[in-house]
């Protein structure tokens, strides 16, 4: 059986972790977050997590080192036999190159990739209002989707807090990194034939859906 190894691409802030959850709920395939991985060993204070805290609350990127290690051991898991929805990596065409290395010693298929594209402006105004509640992880936007209560959660009731890689400053200087760095990889993917572009700025009901039909 033939997987789906699929590889989420996309701005900071246009919707890959929310899609991801989605796409894996109706695919039935293990969502990997390399952002959720680093965030917890930030959260937990392990050695890379002190590595990686610094670079990315200035709006860099994790070195390739520190990631590839994260990635392949959690490719080599049973429940990723099937196939994967990666969502944050590769993030350079270094990267990419490692992530193949890494399916090929594990004998998988070689991976596709989705992409959603969402104008930086609109980007700017998505994070810049984004809340997050440090207690449960709940995330809000002030513009689309309010607290019910200003500045509290509606699960917990704890304060929300905005990160500080959600501060404009900071955003500006992740979109400059991505197009710098990983907005390459479109066109490497599309010159190898396996990349399959969605608007995301529409309702994430129709960006689930174009997603679906993507995959086939």
């Known amino acids: 059986m033939a997987q789906k190894n ?10 890959k972790g929310t899609q991801a959850k989605e796409l894996s709920a109706r695919l039935g395939l293990p969502h990997i977050s390399t952002g959720d991985m680093l965030r917890e060993a930030v959260r937990e204070g392990t050695e890379l997590g002190l590595k990686a805290k610094a670079v990315m609350e200035s709006g860099g990127l994790v070195s390739d080192e520190l990631l590839t290690g994260i990635v392949k051991e959690r490719l080599a898991r049973p429940d990723c036999v099937g196939g994967v929805i990666l969502d944050g990596y590769p993030r350079n065409l270094a990267q990419a190159a490692i992530l193949d290395g890494i399916l090929s010693a594990l004998g998988k298929d070689g991976a596709r990739a989705l992409e959603l594209e969402v104008a930086d402006e609109a980007i700017v105004s998505r994070l810049g209002g984004r809340r997050s509640c440090p207690a449960c992880g709940a995330v809000y936007n002030l513009a689309s989707s309010p607290p019910e209560r200003a500045g509290r959660c509606d699960r917990c009731g704890a304060a ?10 900071v955003i500006r200087e992740r979109l400059r990194v991505y197009h710098e760095k990983t907005a390459p990889l479109s066109d490497l993917y599309r010159r190898r034939g396996c990349l399959a572009t969605v608007d995301g700025g529409q309702n994430p009901e129709g960006v689930l859906a174009a997603l679906v039909k993507a995959v086939g």
Not at 6 to 15: E, N, Q, R, V
Not at 160 to 169: A, I, M, P, S, Y
């Open 6 to 15: 699929l590889i989420l691409l996309g701005p900071p802030g246009a919707g």
């Open 160 to 169: 929300l807090v905005q990160r500080d890689d959600d501060k404009e400053e």
